[in-house]
C-alpha cells in the first residue's frame, strides 16, 4: 500500500499530469520522452519516478480522466427521449471538443498497445451499457421499436456519434456548422431508435 501524498506531493504530481497531456497532445505518444514532460512540468526527471513507474502509466491515468470526463453526464430525468438523445449528444461534443487533441493521441495508442486497448475498450462497453439500458426501458414502455437489439443499436450509434466527431474535432472536416452537425446525429439517432418524428 502507497503512503497518502501530501499536499506538496500531491501538487507536483498533478504538474506531472498536466505536463504530460500537453507533451502527448503537441507530439504524440511515440515521440513523447519523460524528459519531455518533466521539462514542461518544471520537475527534476526522478521526480517522475516518485509518481508513475512508466510512460505508459502516466498516460493511462490521462486516458482514465479523459474518459471520465467523455462519459459522464446526467442525463435528462423526466425528459421525453428525443430530449435526452439531444442533451446527450451534446453534453458529448463539448466534452470531445475539450479533449479532442488527446482523443487523436487515445486512438494512436489504442492501435498498438493492447493493454490500452483493453482499457478503452471497458470504458466504451459501460457507456455502450448505459444506453443500452435505456433503450430496453424505452422498449418497455412502447416507446421504440421493441424489435431492436439494444446492445448492437447503442454500439452502432455510439460508433457513428463517436466517429462523426473525432473527424468534425481531431481531423478538422469542414463539414459546416456544428449546429447542424449535432441535428444531424440526433435525427439519426431518433430515426435508427423508430422514435416518432
Sequence with gaps: MTEPLTERGARTRERILDGAREVFEEQGFLDTRITHITRRARVAYGSFYTYFPTKESV???LADRLFEDMHTH???AGAAPAERIRRANRAYYE???RNARMMAIVEQVASFNEEFAERRRKHRALHVERSARAFRGWQRDGIIDASLDPETVARALAAMIEHSLYLWLVHDDPG???EVLLD???ALTARA???PS
Excluded: Q, S, V
Design 176 to 178: 459546416g456548422d456544428n
Design 193 to 195: 431508435l423508430g422514435l
Design 184 to 186: 444531424t446525429l440526433d
Design 74 to 76: 446526467e442525463p435528462a
Design 95 to 97: 466534452a470531445y471538443r
Design 59 to 61: 498516460f493511462f491515468e
